[in-house]
């Protein structure tokens, strides 16, 4: 299994505002993933990040409204830019076990926009 | 397009009972399917995965079936305790737009089980 951390934990912040949310995980990873919960629905893939080379992102999400990093194997971040009250949702991290296709999730970040 | 459904009405069963969880899905042809448990304010955490070729897999008081004829999963919870309320997710193997696999996830059930 893999522990994975994220900072901060939430955050209320101002419209127009960035905010970078990190991801650590305990073991060196391949791949992680970024997801987005809006309230009352489900996670959304916005990118996968591979160390090494850009995020890969899903339809519907773009580099500039979400840059992500991934300095190396263990960590990654993703950025929130230019926010709007829309953005406001939960955003997790996770990566996938080794030898196997289940997911460990961080406990997410819970954003605000005001 | 694909499409994953799962109950969005809460599941309210009775302690001891058990409790039935479906995922029906469209437009999909996964290797595997797997089921998350969710509590509020926490990230979503691994129970089961079923893969295509197996019918039923079970872990303790979990068991989930895999009917890809009807494109449906059950996810059944048996002697359920006021600790197994949560919000359960289905979740399905994808492609990822640049290649590997993904998981694609339900929007999740609700389970509360009262006393």
């Known amino acids: 299994s893999a522990v994975i951390s994220q900072k901060p934990s939430r955050d209320i912040c101002q419209r127009g505002t960035s905010l970078t949310i990190q991801c650590q995980v305990d073991?060196?990873?391949?791949?992680m993933f970024w997801y987005r919960q809006q309230p009352g629905q489900s996670l959304t893939l916005i990118a996968t990040?591979?160390?090494?080379?850009?995020?890969?992102?899903e339809s519907g999400f773009v580099i500039d409204k979400f840059p992500i990093s991934r300095p190396n194997l263990t960590f990654s971040t993703l950025t929130v830019s230019n926010m709007s009250p829309e953005d406001s949702s939960i955003y997790l991290c996770?990566?996938?076990?080794?030898?196997?296709?289940?997911?460990?999730f961080g406990p997410g970040t819970r954003l605000t926009v005001l | 397009s694909q499409k994953i459904e799962q109950n969005s009405e809460a599941l309210n069963i009775q302690e001891g009972k058990t409790a039935t969880l479906t995922c029906n899905y469209t437009?999909?042809?996964?290797?595997?399917l797997q089921w998350y448990r969710q509590d509020p304010g926490r990230g979503p955490v691994f129970l089961l995965l079923?893969?295509?070729?197996?019918k039923e897999k079970r872990k303790e008081r979990l068991k989930v079936t895999f009917d890809t004829t009807l494109k449906q999963s059950l996810f059944h919870i048996t002697a359920s305790q006021p600790a197994d309320s949560a919000t359960y997710l289905c979740a399905l193997e994808g492609i990822l737009t640049g290649g590997g696999n993904k998981l694609t996830f339900g929007t999740g059930t609700q389970l509360k089980v009262e006393l």
């Open positions: 079923i893969r295509e070729n197996e």
């Open positions: 437009n999909y042809s996964p290797a595997y």
């Open positions: 073991s060196q990873v391949t791949m």
């Open positions: 990040a591979n160390q090494g080379s850009e995020a890969t992102y």
């Open positions: 996770s990566v996938e076990a080794q030898l196997a296709n289940e997911q460990f």
